[in-house]
């Protein structure tokens, strides 16, 4: 069984002289265009006076939604079969028997002026826009276009394939992380190499200290002193106790561990350096320690900072490497921070909110700044990005309403989504050729 027609088109198919219409072409034309997008229509040539196909005629009128009626002149609209057609549609629509029933005119060289009575208060569309009467179609229908579908699988495409950047990006951060790590523990290889070398040079020493006790006593004996022998033994035991403490001065400290000192909270890493994950003093203007008990400060932790609002400005010393996710957010009256040559990453979140910061400058070891790093940096009105940058986070300075302009640097190959959104300041953006990627 055929499927049921969703568009009956209606148009004068020969004019007064036998020739056919313009308005056969016009039809022709978007009786194709509909059919390409997906909708059952049926388009008529034949004579209407046969009795057969004047069954079909009806058939087709009564399953079709929607009738088209395609005039060049008002004759045409007003010729005999024709308006047997629209008429007949429109007793359908008026009597309940088609309650759902749409009609639309599709005219040439008229306006809705030259039309009937009936068909005049219906949408109609020039025969030179074409696109947009099949769009009005599907609308009315409640249908989805071919185009429509392909466009819709297009876009779920496209956000699958970001979503697997996303993912591919996350598997670059991680292997960059690994590498850090990895190169931390040949430093810390190679830091634990000299401290044995030092470690069995002292034992040596030692070791020389003892032999020479043990023949200074044995002079003692020989000589009969006493007292040399009782100062032999002496420093022997001396230099046992000093091997001794030594060795049991080589702890460590569990990795994890946290301790508070004076203003500041640490934790230990795996690699035996620390992170300060808490400030907890009320200074206004604060240098983050280097060194805590003989161990490197290499990261500012998550949250370490995070509405310290009376903070004004902050010293990041050169053994950093690492700015933590909401380290300084919302430190609404910070207005200067120094960041070293050291910290090659500004994780997510880092400065948002920080809204009286009015310039900063990312050093050339800085190579990631993470998703909303400076978002809502209000007062931020100059950025220098560094040589190394290669990766700027999703929204990483939306909202930076005062920023006037900015310079990408080279070694940027992606710009996330919204990364300069809500920059309603900004005047000159300069990209350079190597970025293959801006959301």
């Known amino acids: 069984m055929a499927e049921k027609y969703d568009v009956f088109i209606s148009f004068k198919n020969t004019d007064p002289k036998g020739g056919l219409t313009v308005d056969r072409t016009i039809a022709q034309r978007l009786h194709d265009k509909l059919l390409d997008e997906g909708l059952n229509v049926f388009f008529s040539e034949k004579d209407l006076s046969d009795t057969e196909f004047m069954s079909q005629i009806y058939t087709a009128l009564d399953e079709a939604e929607l009738l088209i009626v395609v005039s060049t002149r008002p004759e045409y609209v007003r010729s005999k079969w024709v308006r047997s057609e629209w008429t007949n549609f429109l007793g359908a629509i008026n009597s309940g028997r088609k309650p759902d029933g749409k009609i639309m005119t599709v005219l040439y060289d008229m306006t809705t002026h030259d039309l009937p009575l009936e068909l005049s208060n219906f949408q109609s569309f020039n025969a030179k826009a074409l696109d947009e009467a099949v769009a009005y179609a599907f609308r009315t229908l409640g249908r989805i276009s071919n185009s429509q579908a392909r466009e819709w699988e297009k876009a ?9 950047e996303a993912e591919r990006l996350k598997a670059v951060k991680a292997q960059m992380e690994a590498e850090r790590r990895e190169k931390a523990e040949k430093e810390k290889a190679v830091n634990a190499q000299k401290k044995a070398a030092v470690a069995a040079e002292k034992a040596a020493a030692e ?20 007292k040399i022998i009782i100062t032999a033994a ?206």
């Open 207 to 226: 070791e020389q200290k003892r032999l020479a006790a043990e023949d200074k006593a044995k002079q003692a004996v020989r000589s009969g002193k006493k």
């Open 156 to 164: 779920e495409n496209e956000r699958k394939l970001r979503e697997a």
């Open 234 to 439: 002496v420093v022997v035991l001396a230099a046992l106790i000093g091997i001794a403490a030594g060795v049991m001065l080589f702890g460590s400290d569990p990795v994890g561990k946290i301790y508070s000192d004076s203003d500041w909270v640490y934790q230990i890493q795996e690699d035996k350096t620390v992170a300060v994950i808490q400030y907890t003093g009320s200074e206004t203007e604060v240098s983050v320690p280097e060194q805590w008990k003989g161990n490197k400060v290499t990261e500012i932790g998550k949250t370490a900072f995070k509405e310290c609002c009376d903070l004004i400005s902050v010293t990041i010393p050169d053994s950093v490497t690492s700015i933590g996710e909401e380290a300084f957010r919302e430190c609404s009256s910070l207005t200067s921070v120094t960041i070293p040559d050291s910290v090659w990453e500004i994780d997510r979140n880092a400065f948002e909110g920080c809204s009286s910061l009015t310039s900063v400058t990312i050093p050339d070891s800085v190579t990631y700044i993470g998703d909303w790093a400076f978002n809502k940096c209000s007062g931020l009105t100059s950025v220098a990005l560094g040589s190394s940058l290669t990766y700027i986070g999703g929204w990483a300075f939306s909202g930076c309403s005062g920023l006037t302009s900015v310079t990408i640097p080279d070694s940027v190959w992606k710009i996330d989504r919204n990364a300069f959104s809500g920059c309603s300041s900004l005047t000159s953006v300069n990209i350079p050729d190597g970025v293959d990627s801006i959301w």
